[in-house]
């Protein structure tokens, strides 16, 4: 069934309402099955170049490797892993490396670095990747569930300390990312593999949507709107009316009959 499945895809970019430019970048590279959302951290415009150049050295690593899947990688194979799930986490450590090269090489680049979270459709089903804490959601049977866990400061307390709603509300250190692209020279990449059913959508977002827009909130926006491009508009207005406080990007699959 997996296989006569197609995807519809939207994606959008926004600069939300407190920010004066946009560091998050993402990409739709539909002849790999391949889809990214980056956020990108360092200021004076830095951020924005980390991620940029995560999505096209994943661009670029997917396109070199579709023509020849006997080219060497610049990483060993990890042999529990299958070939495309190698190839997405390949693809993830060499955009970390050029982000670090890049970083210790331009001074004013010094401390920059990106999230990412992906999805590579493959015939069987889809891999999920990520670094960081944007997110990957399935909306399946009128239920949203989230497929990834951030590496931020928040969430690793959350686990072990049990916090409160209200301790997390007032977290002092919201936007701290313990793993991230451009940290170090090397990166650990969690992944998960998933069997898409006819009709699920898979949401990838920077936390300027899941920060700002509850899970019931985009469920209830992604139901209640059936044309992709709208609904990823209407994610981004709504996390905007609610103040807006982060860029905000947004990429829907769907699979469809």
């Known amino acids: 069934m997996g296989a ?65 899947p006997d080219r ?65 959601y399935r909306i399946r049977d009128a239920q949203i569930e989230l497929l990834t866990d951030d590496h931020s400061l928040l969430n690793d307390y959350v686990k072990m300390k049990r916090l409160s709603p209200e301790e997390i509300a007032n977290f002092p250190h919201k936007n701290v990312i313990v793993r991230a692209l451009g940290m170090k020279d090397t990166v650990k990449v969690d992944t998960r593999f998933e069997h898409p059913r006819e009709r699920d959508i898979y949401l990838i977002c920077s936390d300027g949507l899941s920060g700002a827009v509850s899970d019931e909130e985009i469920l209830q926006l992604l139901r209640s709107t059936p044309d992709l491009q709208s609904a990823a508009a209407k994610l981004i207005l709504r996390a905007n009316e609610n103040g807006g406080p982060d860029n905000i990007t947004v990429v829907l699959a769907r699979w469809v009959a």
């Open 72 to 136: 060497t990688w610049p990483y060993k194979m990890d042999r529990s892993k299958g070939y495309e799930e190698n190839r997405l986490v390949t693809g993830i450590k060499l955009a970390n490396l050029r982000i670090y090269e890049s970083a210790q090489r331009d001074p004013r680049q010094r401390g920059m670095g990106t999230t990412i979270a992906s999805l590579f459709a493959v015939e069987d089903g889809v891999y999920i990747a990520h670094v960081g804490d944007s997110r990957v």
């Open 4 to 68: 006569l499945l197609r995807i519809e895809v939207a994606g959008e970019t926004n600069v939300g309402m407190k920010r004066t430019h946009n560091e998050d970048n993402f990409s739709i590279i539909e002849e790999s099955g391949l889809y990214i959302v980056a956020d990108g951290m360092g200021g004076h415009a830095s951020g924005e170049v980390a991620s940029k150049m995560a999505v096209e050295s994943m661009r670029e690593f997917f396109h070199s490797t579709a023509n020849d």
